[in-house]
């Protein structure tokens, strides 16, 4: 009971001090688990091992993404150096004349596109890249950019390669079936985000901007880099090998995910990737130097917060607190409310897969639940379904990596980034329900005997 109790109370002070800024995200991750750890073991309540082994075992679990994320910042760092993103930069410029809508419609329709890789580093350096300049350029709001990112990331990370569908997929031995199920909510989803939230979006910038009907020679002159420095490092003649070396990184990369044959860590692809980056741009080894340090800064500070989540995860997990929030779920819910375990799952998701890493809901917390819905008469498939409901709001999560590099790229406070997304996501949420349950696939009620 205590420790259902400290770890109710952690998630708490956790997401208190994180929304009022009383802390980095950084020393919130790291010392508040610690001394709720350590409260957990002076009363006995603790699950035994001690808080070494606790934060190794965290960190082995973030271990992969974090260096990954390093080669994968770096990777993007020296393609944006080379001037990789300018032509696609200046052909959005050109295409939108500076109209906001036409860019922000334009920020949607690309990040749902990239997300098909189900990865959301590789979205979000992508995204980030090509689209940063122009909306400074035309003085549009980052924030925008950040809120229609990690919407369409979130819908398309239901995808089963992009990881909380494969795992709602094992642990309850479910086949691909359950992606038919999806689609319906994801397709009307993305539309709504592109057609809804990003003209929304536009009309707010365009009575704020106005529309600046643009001639070709002001875009021209708007993109043309005049910085000496800048210069310097661009590389507009590897254009071509650039490119192809980009989208044979990202094709491999979705690939591993169906053909075994081929699959390689990301971890392995990026490494490989920035080296043979470095080597074709910047053959003089101390041009190499340059860049891996002009951009390494950037690349060490999230990974730090990568490690740092998986600390959190270390201490939550392994003291027993995630274990104990996952049996708290099962006994505050009354049983007459058995008959509706579908819609409590997919309402419980929300929060579970908020406050706990996919791995932590998914293979500690939806066994328990799953286990309990058989005896109400529902099946695996239901399940497994209502359990990736919540994804809506997993990405706001400060346990998800990628997240601290798009509020990095883009300057935004997480607060504020989270509550203005929530907005938007609770809608996603809603219909992903709506639309399972309208095409019957998972019943609103079960009458119980």
Request: charged share 10%; hydrophobic share 55%; glycine share 8%.
């Amino acid at each position: 009971m205590l420790l259902t109790i400290l770890s109710y109370l952690m998630i708490i002070v956790f997401m208190f001090v994180i929304m009022k800024k009383k802390m980095s995200p950084l020393t919130a991750l790291v010392i508040i688990p610690m001394v709720f750890t350590i409260i957990a073991m002076l009363f006995g309540v603790s699950a035994k091992g001690n808080i070494g082994d606790f934060v190794l075992d965290g960190v082995a679990t973030t271990a992969n993404t974090g260096i990954m994320l390093l080669f994968a910042i770096l990777y993007f760092s020296i393609m944006l150096d080379a001037g990789l993103f300018d032509p696609i930069t200046n052909k959005m410029i050109h295409f939108a004349k500076g109209d906001p809508m036409k860019v922000l419609m334009a920020t949607a329709i690309v990040a749902a596109a990239v997300s098909l890789n189900g990865d959301g580093t590789t979205t979000t350096l992508i995204c980030c890249s090509a689209f940063i300049p122009i909306y400074k350029k035309l003085d549009m709001k980052l924030m925008n950019l950040a809120v229609l990112v990690i919407l369409q990331n979130t819908i398309m990370n239901l995808l089963p390669w992009g990881g909380p569908t494969a795992r709602a997929m094992s642990v309850l031995n479910v086949d691909a079936d359950i992606l038919t199920y999806l689609l319906p909510g994801m397709i009307i989803s993305i539309l709504y985000v592109i057609l809804v939230v990003a003209r929304s979006m536009g009309k707010k910038e365009r009575a704020r901007l106005g529309i600046k009907e643009l001639t070709d020679a002001e875009i021209d002159e708007m993109t043309t880099v005049v910085d000496p420095d800048t210069l310097a490092i661009r590389r507009p003649k590897n254009f071509i090998f650039n490119g192809v070396l980009t989208i044979v990184l990202i094709a491999w990369l979705v690939a591993s995910s169906f053909i075994s044959a081929i699959a390689v860590p990301p971890l392995l692809l990026f490494l490989v990737g920035t080296c043979i980056a470095l080597i074709f741009n910047y053959p003089v080894l101390k041009d190499q130097s340059a860049r891996i340090g002009a951009n390494g800064g950037d690349a060490v500070q999230v990974v730090i917060l990568v490690f740092a989540a998986g600390v959190f995860m270390g201490f939550f997990q392994g003291s027993g607190m995630a274990d104990a929030l996952a049996q708290s779920f099962t006994t505050i819910i009354p049983k007459q409310l058995a008959g509706f375990w579908g819609l409590i799952i997919a309402l419980i998701s929300a929060p579970g897969t908020f406050f706990l890493s996919n791995d932590g809901f998914y293979y500690g917390v939806l066994p328990v639940l799953a286990e309990a819905g058989k005896q109400y008469g529902f099946t695996n498939m239901q399940m497994a379904l209502a359990s990736v409901m919540g994804q809506a709001f997993h990405l706001l999560s400060p346990l998800v990596a990628f997240i601290y590099l798009l509020l990095r790229l883009t300057g935004l406070d997480m607060g504020k980034w989270q509550r203005e997304t929530a907005k938007y996501a609770i809608v996603v949420f809603i219909i992903f329900v709506v639309t399972v349950m309208v095409f019957g696939h998972l019943p609103l009620y079960i009458p119980q005997n």
